[in-house]
């Protein structure tokens, strides 16, 4: 069973239909609730399909989601954590609420959801895939919130 986080659009959605013929099962996941209906129909015919809708700013929300589908998330074989937001702005003007929301949408929801999973892939060999940058490699101007975000989940997986 695979888990593809932020599934509504980009790389994620894209990534959602081309894996869906090949798993048995999909969980993607997502924020925006109108776009269920639409995204069920294009998926639900070629593979057993679950969609969660949280918000990943929320630490309870996810906590909530964690805890209420646990069974059916203990079985999850990969888990690609994709979600993620971006940011650009002179780190000079930029807010400390700014770097709060980078940090929770892109590190610490990964984090929890992470820690949840792990005991089971010790048992299952499940594996983690990262959507990262390559940006988070060296410093690139105005994405200060963004890559000290992106530059965490490298040290985190990393470990
Ligand atoms: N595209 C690039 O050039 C590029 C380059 C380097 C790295 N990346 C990384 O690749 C990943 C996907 O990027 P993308 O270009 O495919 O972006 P995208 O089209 O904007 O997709 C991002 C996804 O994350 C979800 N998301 C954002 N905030 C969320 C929240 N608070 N809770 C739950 N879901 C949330 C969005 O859901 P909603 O639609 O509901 O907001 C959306 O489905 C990101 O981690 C990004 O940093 C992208």
Redesign the pocket.
Known sequence: MIWI????????WSSATSLAPFAKRLII????KDKLEELSKQLSSKVELKILA????NESEIADVLREYETELSEVDIMIH?????MRSLAQNTEMEVYRTMMQ??YFSIVQISQFLLPYFMKNQGHFVV?????DKFGVPYRSGYLAS?MALNGYFGA
Do not use: E, P, Y
């Open positions: 986080t932020g599934s509504s659009s980009g790389i994620a996941s997502l924020r925006k949280f918000d990943m700013q994709n979600a993620g937001i971006s949408v892109n959507i990262n940058s390559m940006a992106k």
